[in-house]
């Protein structure tokens, strides 16, 4: 008999049993043994789905403000703090090259200045961002009203201001308050209106900034219209972030500019993220394991049920390896019936909350108000293809068993 023939028996064999077991033992075992394979498969899924989506929404709301690099004069705290930076020279040459980097989709000045916000006798201090008319937020950003009226010849009398602030002030849209800046020498005052609200769901952030006209804090700053803080710098993908800065730190700009991402201006916050990685893979480890002791019990248990049948075909004379393949193929179909329940039942939860967002969460410690999901296919096909494989290889060790089954035992009273 050849090896493609017998390969074939055992898995005919295998099928059969498969099927062959309605209102036996051996069939409450292979459901039970099915769907707690299907129970651990869908929980890796949905564990990594939540976290890829809590690390791209957390991710997106800081590069909604910040961009992804910055390119600011060299300050040892960082770019996060030139809010009191002297200014830089407005190069266009230089925001050309920025713009034509592959791989960046905007590149645009900004000013920043730090302001006291006084409306209804409440006061609020935040950094005032002053941006042009083509600035806009990434996809992290909840914004209401309008934008910006950019049509003044000197400069926009209108700001947007966050949610949280407009709160604390009891403002809203349409409603005029009063902008104090901070000088050594001269108190500036300016009365805007409200145009806009935005809403981030991270607080820290959401109370330090506002946006309004760049011409406004150049005016109010007595800097000339080629003046500005630095330029902010959009990527279509984050993870080029490092390479990018590299690029220009090196290739294109001089001291006293620099280049930093994000990353580097919020390390503790990524820091976090990371974090949160790792306790995915731990779970995902623990629930691996538990798949294959499940599996390893369940392979166990039919093997001892189905004894006489193993003792029948050695007195026919399957060897030891055909035999052990027919368990392993009961081992595989069940993993992959698991599998594929595990997977749409995982799909279904994800698409659930992403279309309903059944599950909330506080927003003042996730900055979301419900979880956050987001499927990558890849995770799902390694999840499957690492959880069949090892499964798998994990059952050689209760095919063991075989070798101690006597056909002349078992098959004494049959």
């Given at each position: 008999m050849s090896l493609f023939t017998t390969m074939k028996l055992s898995l005919f064999i295998a099928r059969r049993y498969m099927t062959r077991q309605k209102g036996a033992f051996s069939s409450f075992i292979i459901r039970l043994s099915v769907g707690a394979t299907a129970l651990s498969v869908a929980v890796?899924?949905?564990?990594?789905?939540?976290?890829?989506?809590?690390?791209?929404?957390?991710?997106?709301k800081l590069f909604s403000f910040k961009g992804h690099v910055q390119v600011v004069p060299y300050n040892e705290m960082g770019a996060s703090s030139v809010a009191f930076a002297r200014p830089v020279a407005y190069d266009h040459h230089l925001l050309t090259e920025l713009r034509h980097i592959p791989g960046v989709i905007s590149a645009s000045p900004y000013t920043l200045s730090p302001v006291v916000v006084q409306a209804k006798g409440q006061l609020e201090g935040l950094n005032l961002k002053g941006v042009e008319a083509d600035y806009h937020f990434l996809n992290g950003i909840t914004t209401y009203g309008n934008p910006i009226d950019y049509s003044d010849a000197q400069y926009a009398k209108d700001v947007i201001l966050s949610r949280t602030t407009a709160d604390?002030?009891?403002?809203?849209?349409?409603?005029?308050?009063q902008l104090n800046f901070i000088d050594q020498r001269t108190p500036r005052i300016r009365r805007v209106r409200i145009a806009g609200l935005y809403h981030s769901g991270m607080e820290d952030m959401d109370k330090l900034y506002g946006l309004c006209d760049m011409r406004l804090l150049q005016r109010v700053n007595n800097w000339g219209q080629d003046s500005i803080t630095g330029y902010q710098v959009d990527l279509a993908n984050p993870a080029m972030a490092d390479s990018v800065a590299a690029h220009i730190h090196y290739e294109l700009i001089e001291p006293p500019l620099a280049a930093y991402t994000t990353v580097e201006t919020y390390p503790f916050i990524f820091e976090w993220l990371q974090l949160q990685g790792t306790n995915s893979v731990i779970l995902i480890i623990i629930m691996t394991i538990v798949a294959v002791?499940?599996?390893s019990a369940a392979l166990l248990i039919l093997i001892i049920d189905r004894a006489v049948m193993i003792g029948l075909l050695k007195a026919l004379g399957l060897s030891f390896s055909r035999t052990r393949a027919i368990f392993l193929y009961i081992a595989a179909l069940i993993g992959g019936m698991g599998i594929l329940l595990g997977n749409v039942l995982a799909l279904l939860l994800c698409w659930l909350q992403q279309h309903y967002g059944f599950v909330k969460l506080p927003e003042s410690s996730y900055y979301m108000k419900q979880v956050p999901v987001q499927i990558v296919w890849w995770h799902i096909v390694l999840i499957d293809v690492l959880t069949l494989t090892v499964c798998v290889l994990c059952m050689w060790l209760p095919t063991l068993y075989i070798r101690r089954v006597q056909p002349a035992r078992v098959l004494q009273f049959k």
């Open positions: 890796m899924i949905v564990t990594l789905a939540i976290v890829t989506g809590f690390r791209h929404a957390v991710s997106e604390k002030l009891d403002v809203n849209i349409g409603d005029t308050i002791i499940n599996l």
